[in-house]
């Protein structure tokens, strides 16, 4: 231990003398040396401040050897934290034990006016399972993992960390799993009967006990089993200490698999988020994780994310009320029934479609040059007891509510309604039409029913559970590939620091040669942190990905959860469709303006997100077709995507590609999810959506055109370029100038209606000041928000430069016929004609024409 000045003395200080030399047996509180310092003291009548010189004992703090003196007679010193002496205590206290030091008994919560600090201090680390009582020094934890790490090498294993709850295990508290396991006749019967149960009393205010009801993930023994060969295993679960006591006992009743590495949340110092450093605090080259959640862990290096285990549908994680808001796009687990996915579920920690989650989501992953360290801090939440008991209360309902109202029993009778339903749908159509006699007036009912109407009634159900998840066998294949690769590499680069096998066994070519012992040398050890982003990175290289309808608004692609995995698998995330995107990731009940467009382009797969999560799965690129959404599509011309290095493609102007194309399929999706090319929807005070304008008549936008065209013009004629505008304009004919010279121009008061226009006027209006500036505009390209205009149509096919069409009144539109295919494209016309960009076009026109003004009195 290295002794060193302190913050309590009065500097500077003069070493008078030396009383302790090399080698001496120090006892505390023995005098090491003495000092000399000067203070003020106020001396006469008057009390004026006098220095006055002072002198006193620098005393030992600990028992101990001195080994070393570093400072000498005379010597001044000026500051604190200088160094006096070197001493090996006869007890370094790095072990210690709810206050105690574990080899000497010493009491380290003790404080005298000899200690420079805590003795607390000296171990401030915790790496035990079960307990943070137990905490140790730095050199001593080194020295474990040290000594852990080369133990490990030894048997040739690694670490694995392993999560329970939709990794290995899923649980509930729904009485009805009991009761199919006991009822043969069940649909269900076969998926549930190997379930296990255990009874635990609950935290929070409630305190009732309840049954856990607990599905191992199909071929979970044959997976442990093997796995604890190559791995040594750890629980890491968000849940409590007594149930994942529980739970362990389940998946190894013998104890020979995780014996007593057990870290729940009682233990893990966080609330909401899991550190690989709780157990492993200063090298985790050797630690892999598994887990079905990522953002718990930061997205680790280290973590392998599997799968959710979703083997009851919509009950998610028991403990989900420990652990941060789910991101709506980490959801890897199978579909449920197509007949309960429309059921959103309410008042549970799996609801993530709120805007609160996602604003809430977007801000923690707007940062990702945060370090760990702060989002570890961030992540973890407040542990007061407030927001401890909160928790526990959420936890406490959730499970109360799964006892009470049996969602796996509502949702079984839901998939038998249907499921009868449309039998009896195919019944009727099946059977002959009734006869006109009467005969057969009673053969619906009693006896002299149909058999195939009675086939209806005693009809097999299908079966609400499933058990086919197959991801532990991939997650096998990965394991062993990873530990397969570091120790080829470890020993490529310890050839020398290892001793080879028997050289007969090598001769002999036997595949269960083992290595010799590991030396005591240094030895180089390779990291999975980089071995497992390099096994991943080949997966989904020269894929590019575009999402639309799948994340929610506010979240930037690349940092939402299903966005960061496709990275790191290789992929590459565009927002905007352009040339070298290869797959568009949509919703497949959503038809947006960019799945409209891409499916004009052969070469770019509109999948489900699915597809990822399979790929995810198995760290290959597979197949696209059983995931391919089926779009409709025509044989119109299509323009070109622009190019990685060009102007990307926004989604207003996807919109306007895909309307162009022919192509103007509303989006038939709901709006649970949102995303950025979705149209925003105005809500009143109920939070009922606005209707559109689409009931005013053809002389109301009339009068709203006039007015806005007065005061277009009345601006032009106040700067004095009315004259330059219509000579420098010459795309039209000396009548449509003629005829424009004839409107009236009069301004009106506010409210008061344009009077009715005659034959002549109406037809100078189609050529009139307005409309040209409409011309203009639309040549120019605008990513303003589209304002659909009730007046004016798209011209001539969406075409650059057209002169836009004008719409007939009701009375015309009968007379020509085709009324009814104009009003349909006119509302198929989503804002080519926007009104800002009108607007912004005639600003920009004035003040081009201005400055046109100005040149021609300069050179006048």
């Not at 600090?117 to 915790?126: D, P, W």
């Not at 959710?308 to 991101?327: E, K, M, R, V």
């Not at 006896?447 to 096998?476: C, K, V």
């Amino acid at each position: 231990m290295l002794v060193t000045t302190d913050r309590s003395l009065k500097f500077p200080i003069r070493i008078v003398r030396i009383q302790k030399n090399v080698g001496d047996e120090l006892k505390k509180s023995d005098v090491l040396f003495e000092y000399e310092y000067t203070t003020m003291r106020p001396e006469g009548p008057e009390m004026i401040p006098t220095p006055l010189k002072c002198y006193a004992d620098f005393e030992a703090g600990a028992d101990g050897t001195l080994t070393r003196v570093v400072i000498t007679k005379d010597q001044v010193i000026t500051q604190h934290g200088v160094p006096l002496f070197e001493v090996k205590e006869a007890c370094s206290h790095d072990v210690q034990y709810m206050g105690m030091c574990g080899n000497c008994g010493m009491d380290m919560e003790e404080v005298d006016y000899t200690s420079t600090r805590k003795n607390t201090q000296r171990a401030g680390i915790v790496m035990n399972h079960n307990t943070t009582d137990l905490r140790v020094s730095a050199n001593e934890a080194s020295r474990a993992e040290g000594s852990a790490m080369r133990r490990l090498l030894k048997s040739r294993k690694l670490s694995l960390v392993v999560d329970l709850d939709q990794t290995i295990i899923h649980a509930v508290c729904d009485p009805t799993v009991g009761e199919w396991q006991n009822d043969e006749s069940n649909p269900n019967h076969e998926a549930v009967k190997d379930v296990q149960s255990f009874e635990l009393q609950d935290e929070g205010p409630r305190r009732d006990p309840s049954t856990y009801y607990i599905k191992m993930r199909p071929g979970l023994k044959e997976f442990l089993e093997e796995m604890s060969q190559i791995y040594e295993l750890h629980i890491y679960t968000m849940g409590t200490r007594s149930y994942a006591e529980n739970v362990a006992r389940i998946v190894d009743p013998k104890g020979n698999i995780f014996a007593d590495r057990i870290l729940s949340r009682d233990e893990s110092g966080s609330m909401s988020a899991k550190d690989l450093r709780r157990l492993f605090p200063f090298d985790t080259n050797m630690v892999v994780i598994i887990d079905d959640r990522g953002d718990v862990w930061s997205w680790s290096p280290n973590l392998i994310r599997v799968k959710a285990f979703n083997f009851y549908p919509g009950q998610g994680d028991i403990n989900a009320s420990f652990l941060p808001q789910l991101d709506p796009t980490a959801d890897t687990s199978t579909p449920a029934p197509a007949v309960l996915q429309p059921r959103p579920a309410e008042n549970t920690a799996e609801s993530t479609n709120s805007p609160q989650a996602d604003s809430a989501y977007a801000s923690a992953s707007a940062s990702p040059s945060i370090s760990i360290e702060d989002q570890l801090v961030a992540m973890a939440g407040s542990t007061d007891p407030s927001t401890v008991e909160q928790q526990e209360t959420q936890h406490a309902e959730q499970v109360a509510a799964q006892v009470q109202e049996r969602p796996l029993l509502r949702q079984q009778e839901q998939l038998d309604r249907i499921e009868v339903s449309d039998a009896n749908s195919e019944i009727a159509e099946s059977e002959a039409p009734p006869q006109e006699d009467g005969e057969n007036a009673e053969a619906g009912t009693g006896e002299n029913r149909p058999a195939s109407r009675q086939s209806a009634s005693t009809h097999s159900h299908q079966p609400l559970l499933r058990n086919d998840d197959d991801e532990l066998i991939y997650l096998t294949k990965h394991l062993a590939n990873i530990h397969e690769n570091f120790f080829s590499s470890f020993d490529a680069e310890n050839e020398e620091k290892t001793l080879a096998a028997p050289r007969v066994s090598q001769l002999k070519g036997a595949r269960g040669a083992k290595r010799g012992s590991i030396t005591d040398g240094p030895l180089v050890v390779p990291d999975v942190k980089i071995i497992i982003p390099k096994m991943k990175l080949d997966v989904l290289r020269g894929v590019v990905i575009c999402f639309t309808g799948v994340i929610p608004q506010g979240i930037p692609h690349q940092h939402s959860d299903i966005g960061f995995w496709a990275l790191s698998f290789g992929a590459r995330i565009n927002p905007n469709l352009t040339k070298s995107t290869t797959h568009v990731i949509a919703e497949p009940t959503r038809r947006t303006s960019k799945v409209r467009l891409a499916a004009k382009y052969s070469h770019i797969f509109i999948i489900d997100r699915h597809w990822l999560a399979e790929c995810f799965s198995r760290w290959q690129r597979v197949s696209e077709t059983p995931y391919l959404i089926e779009v409709e599509t025509d044989n119109r011309p299509i323009e070109d995507l622009p190019g990685e290095s060009s102007e990307l493609l926004s989604d207003d102007e996807a919109d306007v590609r895909a309307d162009r194309s022919g192509d103007s399929k509303n989006d038939t999706g709901t709006s649970g999810e949102t995303d950025d090319d979705m149209e925003s929807v105005d809500l009143d005070a109920e939070g009922n959506p606005i209707p559109a304008l689409t009931g005013i008549d053809e002389e109301a936008w009339e009068g709203i055109d006039a007015e806005l065209a007065e005061f277009m013009n009345s601006s032009d004629s106040e700067d004095g370029d009315d004259k330059d505008d219509d000579d420098g304009d010459s795309s039209h004919s000396d009548n449509s100038q003629d005829s424009q010279k004839s409107l009236p121009h009069r301004k009106r008061k506010r409210g008061e209606a344009d009077p009715p226009r005659t034959a002549a006027e109406e037809a100078a209006w189609g050529e009139s000041d307005l409309q040209k500036r409409k011309k203009r505009a639309f040549e120019r390209t605008s990513s303003l928000t589209k304002v659909e205009n009730a007046t004016y149509g798209k011209g001539l096919n969406g075409k650059k430069g057209a002169i836009p069409t004008i719409v007939e009144p009701a009375a015309s539109k009968a007379e020509n016929g085709n009324g009814m295919e104009q009003d349909e494209e006119d509302d198929d016309d989503d804002g080519d004609d926007g009104l800002e960009a009108m607007m912004k076009a005639a600003l920009e026109e004035s003040d081009e024409d201005e400055a046109k003004g100005v040149e021609a009195s300069e050179k006048g």
